[in-house]
């Protein structure tokens, strides 16, 4: 499945239920950090180990997965909705990250350069 795919099949399940006049790009981005949210929950108080681990059963997994899924289906939602092709806007961004940050400048260091 490509993401036009996926955005296609979305479309559709929102105009099955008549839900297109409830995803205005103000109610999907308000939705998609929601679900990051929900996400957040599950690495919230863990050490790094302690969230390997618990990614590393069955149940962690498919618990972090569906909110992965959810984050995802809201972010190429609204992308749809706003015409962002998500793949052309984060090859941009990483070209742009690359011009920010030179791997020869930066390597090996966290600290966050202004534009």
């Known amino acids: 499945m490509t993401l036009e795919d996926l955005a296609a099949e979305?479309?559709?399940?929102?105009?099955?239920?008549?839900w297109e006049r409830f995803h205005t790009p103000k109610n999907l981005a308000v939705s998609l950090a929601v679900e990051v949210g929900e996400l957040l929950e599950h690495v919230q108080w863990?050490?790094?180990e302690e969230i390997a681990?618990?990614?590393?059963?069955?149940?962690?997994?498919?618990a972090l997965s569906e909110e992965l899924a959810d984050v995802f289906i809201y972010l190429?939602?609204?992308?749809?909705?706003?015409?962002?092709?998500?793949?052309d806007a984060a090859s941009a961004k990483i070209a742009a990250n690359a011009d920010r940050y030179p791997a020869d400048e930066v390597r090996g260091s966290a600290v966050k350069r202004s534009h």
């Open 10 to 18: 979305l479309r559709r399940f929102a105009a099955e239920r008549d």
């Open 46 to 48: 863990g050490s790094d």
């Open 53 to 62: 681990a618990a990614v590393g059963t069955p149940e962690g997994r498919a």
């Open 76 to 87: 190429v939602r609204l992308a749809d909705v706003v015409g962002v092709d998500l793949l």
